[in-house]
């Protein structure tokens, strides 16, 4: 069918599951299809829409913003939405939320994987200690993003088998819309151009084993048999509708990448050096964190480099980095192209990678925070001035739950001029904002529940290291020219405590030649 035409199979209100993050495998041409459809005769109305990862972005694909008008979308349930920068303006569906327009609830990205996994085998629902103690709990947020949303629940805490646990009702989509490069003629999809699988399985087997429909947007249609047994992702079974997309990207602002898709090996030598700058000596002092053989998650912000770091320094190999949206091992990529990775050793289903996450069982995890609390708590997940700012949680409450060890990593505060000079930081004007304040504002990670599961966290900034300790926030080591009381704790919006062996860090970081990252990880 055409992509209107597949609009016409979803009724009013409908429960509609949608495969995306941002540009990586969104479909759409099916939701511009959609979004036309409500536009010429009112239809579909009242839709609620399941997003376990952001459908679109803000740089050519509207995913989500198709369908963001008054009427046609009723609840939404997102793990994570399109975010940008400050001065663009907002998405329609930010400007939705905003405004009261339509319910909306961030729910911890693998969360909503296990719910549509829960509705496929018709199982009542999901029972988790994600999320407890962070905005998902119902005794803090619930999930809400608006009033709208907080009239009606989507968490309960349950009590079984002595214990309390977060429970959330199974997901039954009526439509289930993934994408894939290709179907044959049976329906049968392959994934051969893509970066990621995501849930494209547990969407089409939640719609299917509830009566409902499945669309699956492809680039091509091939002849029945064509494709390797081994290479279908989806079988044809659970596909009702293919939607032929030629021109789809195959992710944000890339039209092709076989790098990104795994059919083509980068050379190492051709990834690009991190500009020196004092972004790059928040990479590298976090870097030092890492030791050999260690499985580690990526997250976005400064992070997302400390990979490029161990390029540049002759350890790529060393680690091997996950991302959520299912890459393994490779190089994760930056900017417009984060959430793939090239030369990736393997791609996992975003479920998997989530059941992964959730129970601990990688060795570490680099992340961003907007702000940290005194009790050691981050916020990622909300911006009151500018929500649009911030994507919601996304994978990072699943992926910090019970992860054993996170390095968090940020500019101290926001606003302040400084340089780097002689193997030292220089600070010409502080910042006005600070980001270690008493409460943040929203809590993304618990800092109290982190301490009574013995989880080792630690915060990097430009110029201090601090570890989470009983007590609370601690700082071990401090920059080459900083000076505690003056520069670091006036500075914090909150009490903060120094180490009694506290630590110089190395001025080599804040110097621009490598700085022998093998050897450090091997001492």
């Not at 190999?317 to 890459?327: H, K, L």
């Not at 289903?349 to 005194?374: K, M, N, R």
Request: include cysteine; charged fraction near 20%; proline fraction near 5%.
């Amino acid at each position: 069918m055409s992509a209107r035409e597949a609009a016409d199979l979803i009724p009013d209100g409908a429960v509609v599951a949608v495969n995306s993050s941002s540009g990586l495998c969104c479909p759409d041409a099916v939701m511009a299809g959609i979004g036309a459809r409500f536009d010429e005769t009112g239809a579909p109305r009242n839709l609620t829409t399941i997003h376990p990862i952001a459908a679109g972005d803000f740089f050519g694909t509207k995913g989500i913003d198709h369908i963001a008008k008054k009427g046609c979308l009723a609840r939404v349930i997102g793990g994570s939405y399109p975010s940008g920068p400050t001065k663009a303006e907002p998405p329609l569906i930010w400007q939705m939320i905003v405004a009261n327009e339509v319910a909306a609830y961030n729910v911890p990205s693998g969360i909503v994987f296990d719910m549509l996994r829960e509705g496929a085998a018709k199982r009542p629902g999901v029972l988790t200690k994600v999320g407890m103690d962070t905005f998902v709990d119902p005794r803090l947020e619930g999930c809400a993003m608006n009033d709208l949303a907080r009239e009606t629940s989507i968490v309960e805490v349950r009590e079984f088998d002595g214990e309390e646990w977060l429970y959330f009702k199974a997901l039954k989509p009526e439509i289930s819309i993934i994408r894939a490069t290709t179907a044959d003629e049976r329906g049968n999809l392959s994934f051969e151009h893509e970066g990621a699988y995501l849930g494209a399985m547990e969407m089409a087997l939640a719609a299917r084993n509830t009566g409902g429909t499945v669309i699956a947007q492809v680039k091509r249609v091939a002849k029945a048999g064509s494709i390797r047994a081994h290479d279908v992702t989806v079988p044809g079974i659970l596909v009702d509708v293919i939607v032929e997309a030629p021109d789809q990207l195959q992710t944000t602002a890339t039209q092709y990448d076989p790098a990104i898709s795994g059919e083509l090996i980068r050379p190492v030598d051709s990834f690009q050096n991190a500009e020196f700058n004092i972004g790059k000596v928040i990479a590298r002092r976090v870097a030092t964190e890492m030791q050999p053989g260690w499985a580690v998650n990526i997250g976005f912000g400064i992070s997302a480099n400390v990979p490029r770091i161990f390029v540049e320094e002759g350890c790529h190999g060393d680690v091997t980095w996950m991302i959520e949206q299912g890459a393994v091992g490779g190089v994760p990529l930056l900017d417009f192209k984060f959430g793939c990775s090239a030369n990736a050793e393997a791609f996992v289903a975003s479920p998997h990678q989530f059941c992964y996450f959730q129970a601990g069982g990688f060795d570490c995890s680099l992340l961003s925070f907007l702000e940290v609390g005194a009790d050691g708590s981050v916020n990622v997940s909300r911006l009151s001035a500018t929500p649009h700012r911030t994507a919601g949680a996304g994978g990072f409450v699943d992926i910090t739950s019970r992860a054993k060890k996170i390095v968090f990593s940020g500019m101290f505060n926001a606003g302040a001029k400084m340089r780097l000079e002689d193997g030292a930081l220089v600070i010409d004007r502080e910042g006005k904002i600070a980001k270690f304040v008493e409460t943040v504002d929203q809590v993304s990670f618990s800092g109290k529940r982190a301490v009574e599961q013995g989880q080792d966290i630690t915060y990097v900034t430009e110029r201090c290291v601090m570890k989470l300790e009983d007590r609370g926030l601690v700082v071990t080591e401090i920059a080459p020219g900083i000076e505690l009381e003056r520069d670091i704790l006036d500075q914090a919006g909150t009490g903060l405590h120094a180490a009694n062996d506290l630590k110089k860090m190395d001025a080599a970081l804040f110097r621009e030649p490598p700085i022998g990252l093998a050897g450090r990880l091997s001492a």
